[in-house]
């Protein structure tokens, strides 16, 4: 789940360019576009029942603009402003968003060099790289390794939405249905199985926090530990959004982008 606040923005917000892109399956997808001119663009994809005006992606965006490099930030089908209907289990359906968004760039003589997630996106951006060989750098933010765990259904859960072929459920303020066919979706979404076969000439950054409740440290510690060319950061007491660890979040990623564009 994706749980950060929606507070003040760490680095001052520019003027974006707001940006439709038709995905694969006819729906419109709706994102900004923080514009310096730069041809690399890097590309943030926002987690679990959120958006493109998550604190981190507009931290991340803001400051990658201020380098100088550009940042795209965009709603997956069924959140925010894009079309679709939200799906609890899409997160191949989201890398071929992911896929979409590059291609559009790609066309208009631009090329994406960096993908950036955060919790669900965190997930998005590893498993579109186990598909895709055409990013250089990855980085997954707070990504869960066992799609299996962090089920929040309620005791039985499976039992109940076979019976019924959903449930209604809700995590804070957001109210979703979880359908059988999507819940096993997740389920058998193996991020094993698609870590391995990202191709070691992709270098990827794992970012998680020590205090994060919502998806354990030990989540990253997997990844790092079936990824070839992985570099792992645990930022010490920062929970799942990076709460009152932005700054130093928002360095981290800075620093991995300028140290792989000089390789």
């Known amino acids: 789940m994706d749980s950060s606040p929606e507070g003040n923005s760490a680095c001052a917000q520019q003027q974006e360019q707001k940006i439709e892109i038709q995905n694969s399956h006819n729906e419109k997808l709706v ?147 979880v359908t059988h066919a999507s819940l096993m979706e997740r389920l058998e979404t193996d991020m094993h199985e698609a870590c391995l076969k990202i191709d070691k000439q992709v270098r990827v950054l794992t970012v998680h926090g020590s205090g994060d409740k919502v998806v354990p440290a030990g989540d990253a510690q997997e990844f790092a530990k079936i990824i070839p060319n992985n570099k792992l950061e645990i930022v010490k007491k920062a929970d799942h959004g990076y709460t009152k660890h932005q700054t130093q979040l928002v360095s981290i990623v800075l620093e991995f982008i300028k140290t792989v564009a000089e390789k």
């Open 31 to 177: 994102g900004l576009l923080h514009e310096t001119g730069s041809r690399e663009v890097v590309v943030l994809c926002h987690g679990f029942k959120s958006d493109k005006n998550n604190t981190i992606l507009k931290n991340v965006a803001a400051a990658l603009e201020k380098e100088g490099t550009s940042a795209f930030r965009f709603d997956f089908s069924g959140n925010g402003e894009s079309e679709g209907g939200f799906n609890y289990g899409n997160y191949w359906y989201e890398a071929d968003d992911l896929h979409s968004v590059i291609q559009h760039f790609s066309n208009t003589n631009r090329v994406v060099t960096t993908i950036i997630g955060h919790s669900r996106g965190g997930n998005v951006v590893l498993l579109y790289a186990s598909k895709y060989g055409n990013i250089r750098n990855v980085i997954s933010i707070s990504g869960r390794y066992d799609l299996k765990k962090g089920i929040r259904l309620g005791d039985g859960y499976l039992e109940r939405i076979k019976e019924q072929g959903f449930i209604d459920a809700k995590e804070g303020k957001s109210e979703f249905r």
